[in-house]
């Protein structure tokens, strides 16, 4: 398929722009572009076509099911992008007088009140774009209470092995050394080691509950009270938040901050690159040490994550969705989440063994390691398989605690029938590995692409169109 670069003809375009209201300003020469931007010129039927044909071929939750664990693909109530195209949100300035935007300051205050409430946190910040980048405001908060009391050794963030890539990417980030603690053979944090990992260099502890494996570790309350004792704090990565709302409260559990995926948990798509937005909420004692908006706290320097409230059409959809549904609803999808999830695992256990837990939160992970073993079909071909079913590949390869992984998250907007043909594609899938297996390594067979090269895709990335080329 071709670019829209490529399509492009010099001349052909379909500018429509309103008629200019205000004074026009001659820009200095040195504000000017050299080169006229390269922008692709097509017809309006041109634009419409490319992107109809681009969207049949991507795989949406709109399409089938989407099972990719960790990353919470559930279906996006209409509702919530059509308040959050409403024009007295989509054109307004952040420097706009404030007595003109109060509406939309109610919206900030009111999606504060309820995400504090639910995360059992007393305030937030909604400046960071992504769950990494809430992380790593959070870790930056954890930093600046330690440095206003003097305390500068504390250097370190225990990280379990089980976590999130993002984690110990973001603990570095921030400047501190990650201390990873293995996993108990239960697959929750082993109390010995933590107990041994801690001391006078503790900053904190970054845990995500229920962990990667989707279990619920049952000593939490023990885990935040030893790097209290130890002196740090403990940090909540609740991208995975969809398994405990309405249910559980970080803040209960000993938690001092939390970043939350909006774009997970609360009503925005995701998948395509953003916008996103991962606030985060913090106890008391780090409130000193939040981001702020420059227009609030005018003479104030406060660390700026992203430029005002971050992506604030995003905070809309989040709160339209937390209207919708009332703390009722919140708790029921929830339920209907772990459920749901709990459910397929059970069909398929038998064929495919589970390592850890007996029951799931909102996501179990499979091993392949005994199938690929015996027929030679690696978690990557059952993955790609199930494309030919029209169903999107679960998680591979992860955890890494988990040999030959699939970690499948179905969420709470899938219907049973979804769950049973899901179920009902891997258990054929674990017969042709069988009787068929070799016919598997090139799947998708039906696919928008084959099987890539992934070697030379990670070796060499084209990452850049080269407009030169066209
Ligand atoms: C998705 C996810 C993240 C990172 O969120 P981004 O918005 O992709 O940066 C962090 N931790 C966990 C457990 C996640 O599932």
Same mark, same amino acid.
């Given at each position: ?9 010099a ?6 722009l =309103? ?29 419409? &076509?490319?992107?109809s044909?681009?969207a ?16 919470? /693909?559930?279906?996006? @109530? ?18 706009q ?20 409430? *639910?995360?059992g ?7 960071p ?39 110990? *990417?973001?603990?570095? /980030? ?10 108990? @053979? ?9 107990r ?10 970054m845990?995500t ?9 049952? $000593?939490?309350?023990e ?18 938040? $969809? ?53 609030? $706290? ?20 989040a ?8 703390a ?32 799931c ?9 005994e ?11 059952v ?27 179905p ?9 049973d043909?899901?179920?009902?594609v891997? &258990?054929?899938?674990?017969? /042709?590995?069988?009787?068929?297996? *070799?016919?598997?390594?090139?799947? =998708?067979?039906h696919?928008?692409?084959?099987? =890539? ?8 990335p084209?990452? &850049? ?6």
């Amino acid at each position: 398929m071709q670019l829209i670069f490529e399509k492009s003809h010099a001349g052909r375009g379909c500018d429509l722009l =309103p008629a200019c209201d205000v004074p026009e300003v001659q820009l200095p020469e040195e504000l000017k572009r050299e080169q006229p931007l390269r922008l692709p010129q097509l017809s309006e039927t041109e634009i419409s &076509r490319h992107y109809s044909v681009l969207a049949k071929r991507a795989h949406g939750v709109n399409d089938g099911f989407y099972p990719l664990g960790s990353c919470t /693909m559930k279906y996006n @109530p209409r509702i919530d992008e059509e308040m959050a195209v409403l024009p007295g949100f989509t054109n307004i300035h952040p420097l706009q007088p404030e007595s003109t935007v109060q509406g939309c300051k109610q919206v900030l205050d009111t999606a504060k009140q309820y995400l504090c409430e *639910a995360t059992g946190m007393d305030d937030i910040t909604f400046q960071p774009a992504a769950g990494a980048h809430g992380e790593f405001t959070g870790l930056l908060l954890i930093k600046s209470y330690h440095e206003a009391r003097g305390d500068k050794k504390r250097n370190k963030i225990i990280i379990p092995d089980a976590a999130h890539g993002t984690n110990p *990417a973001s603990a570095s /980030m921030a400047g501190f050394t990650v201390v990873t603690i293995l996993s108990s @053979p239960d697959g929750c944090v082993d109390l010995d080691a933590l107990r041994a990992s801690v001391g006078e260099d503790t900053a904190g502890l970054m845990l995500t509950n229920p962990n990667t494996v989707g279990i619920f570790d049952s $000593n939490i309350l023990e885990i935040t009270d030893i790097i209290h004792q130890a002196g740090g704090l403990n940090y909540y990565d609740g991208a995975n938040f $969809n398994a405990i709302m309405g249910v559980v409260r970080p803040g209960d559990m000993g938690f001092d901050v939390v970043h939350l995926n909006l774009h997970k948990t609360f009503a925005t798509p995701h998948g395509g690159g953003g916008p996103g937005s991962g606030p985060v909420a913090c106890k008391s004692i780090l409130q000193p040490y939040l981001p702020g908006c420059a227009i609030q $706290n005018g003479q104030e320097e406060k660390l700026q994550l992203k430029a005002f409230h971050g992506n604030f059409l995003v905070v809309v959809k989040a709160l339209t969705y937390m209207l919708t549904l009332g703390a009722e609803g919140i708790r029921s999808a929830c339920e209907g989440a772990v459920l749901n999830a709990n459910y397929m695992m059970a069909k398929l256990k038998d064929l495919y063994p589970v390592p850890y837990g007996k029951t799931c939160m909102h996501e179990f992970v499979l091993s392949l390691e005994e199938l690929k073993k015996e027929t030679g079909v690696s978690a990557l071909d059952v993955a790609k398989s199930l494309i030919d079913h029209g169903i999107h590949p679960p998680t591979m390869y992860f955890p890494l605690i988990v040999h030959e992984a699939l970690m499948f998250e179905p969420t709470e907007t899938e219907s049973r029938e979804t769950l049973d043909e899901a179920a009902e594609v891997m &258990r054929e899938l674990y017969q /042709m590995a069988h009787e068929d297996g *070799a016919q598997m390594h090139d799947a =998708p067979h039906h696919g928008q692409i084959k099987r =890539p090269d992934e070697v030379l895709a990670a070796r060499q990335p084209v990452l &850049r169109y080269r407009c030169e080329q066209a």
